[in-house]
């Protein structure tokens, strides 16, 4: 889950000085690891935009905030339209979430994990892309370099329609699958992209599989015995995604610390191509979906 570390590359990190001027958005900046990178981004001069569901900062300097139903492609599609992507010298995808036990579908007929963690991104990503800055930045949160990850993905079940398991399984680990095809497949066309694996932090994102409350704050919290708060994560981590070397390592695979790991060996460029396919297919399906009930 933490990624295996590539001693070949070692990055210099960027002053966080650097960020004044600059525009950074958060896709998933309302809670957790995006909140986090949102309200350091903002402090350190950045005029930080949120997309999300709920805002929680309101009245914090240089954060504004765009609400956006995540769960639906069609919503992801037309926040992406509207938001200001040619001003924006950093994208990050943090939005997601960890799958309950009962399967949840979205009104365009997604599985929600999918939609929410992965598809969304997808969607919103190539609206943006021809309109972004061409040394903009993009980040997409995710775990890559997991082990054997191709593995515990079924790509011929992209959607869950077949079966379904809640949790850390096959229905999430093909989301884990897309993110990384995403940054691959990106990076291939020479873009600024590059993948984050935070391992474990504590945060909200599990809530649906353990049920949040008392049970669940127990659990966020042995999590947090081992592992950095989003706010420690993310204090380590910006220098890394502000380093100038960065530029020289496009697709680079980040771990929690901040230093590169290996990206995952399975994806060849075929592998690839049928990732972004199956991504493409759904998500077309998914705003055919939403046109034919209006």
Same mark, same amino acid.
């Given at each position: 889950m933490y990624g295996t570390p590539n001693s070949s590359i070692r990055l210099l990190p960027g002053a966080l000085s650097s960020l004044s001027g600059k525009r950074f958005c958060v896709v998933g900046g309302t809670a957790g690891i995006g909140q986090s990178l949102a309200r350091l981004a903002a402090l350190k001069g950045s005029e930080v935009t949120v997309v999300g569901r709920t805002f929680r900062d309101a009245g914090v300097k240089n954060i504004s905030f765009v609400q956006a139903d995540l769960n639906l492609m069609s919503k992801a599609a037309s926040t992406a339209v509207a938001l200001p992507a040619e001003t924006f010298d950093y994208i990050a995808f943090t939005n997601g979430i960890v799958p309950g036990n009962k399967k949840v579908v979205? $009104?365009?007929? !997604?599985?929600?994990?999918?939609?929410? &963690? $992965? /598809? &969304?991104?997808? !969607?919103? =990503?190539?609206? /943006? =892309? %021809?309109? /972004? #800055? %061409?040394? +903009?930045?993009?980040? !997409?949160? +995710?775990?890559? +370099?997991?082990? +054997? /990850? =191709? #593995?515990?993905?079924?790509?011929?079940d992209f959607n869950s329609e077949k079966s379904y398991n809640g949790g850390f399984a096959t229905p999430h680990m093909n989301t884990v699958a897309l993110n990384e095809a995403i940054v691959h497949h990106l990076a291939a066309q020479g873009k600024e992209v590059y993948g984050l694996n935070p391992g474990l932090i504590k945060s909200g994102i599990r809530d649906s599989l353990h049920g949040g409350g008392i049970i669940g704050g127990m659990l966020e919290s042995a999590i947090n015995l081992f592992n950095p708060t989003s706010d420690a994560y993310i204090n380590k981590l910006l220098p890394a995604l502000l380093s100038p070397d960065l530029s020289s390592h496009k697709g680079a695979m980040l771990g929690q610390s901040g230093d590169v790991i290996l990206a995952t060996p399975e994806f060849t460029k075929e592998v690839v191509a049928e990732w972004i396919n199956a991504a493409d297919a759904l998500a077309a399906k998914a705003l055919a979906s939403s046109v034919a009930g209006k």
């Open positions: 979205t $009104a365009e007929g !997604v599985e929600q994990d999918m939609a929410v &963690s $992965a /598809l &969304s991104r997808w !969607v919103m =990503l190539k609206s /943006l =892309l %021809p309109r /972004l #800055k %061409p040394e +903009g930045r993009i980040f !997409v949160w +995710g775990f890559p +370099g997991t082990k +054997g /990850l =191709l #593995k515990q993905t079924s790509i011929s």
